[in-house]
């Protein structure tokens, strides 16, 4: 049975990941491995994202006009969220919106370029 599913991410910079990833989105330090650290585990209300110190893949140039996401977030309440988000100073590249799907969403760029998605059931 599978209980959850962790994301890992790469990244180029594990305490400026962490940094942003607690400072902007709210999420807490599970721990780093190795000094300086080489990974990374945070998370925000049970659910995790691990990060490695490790080149990142080629970009896709568009990527952010295709709107190629890395990670989706099943939340509560989007406007709620939003409101935390954009009083922090994150950079979307959505806000708010009633998606045909039947969920109210929006996009976050987060400090490595990632999309992350966050979306709640309408």
Known sequence: MIRQIAPQFFTKDIPATLAYYKDKLGFECRGTWQDPPVYAIVARDQHAIHFRCAEPPTANPDKYADELIDA??????ADVLYAEYAAKGVEFTRGPANMPWHSREFVVKDCDGRLLAFGANL
């Open 72 to 77: 989706y977030l099943l939340i509560e309440d």
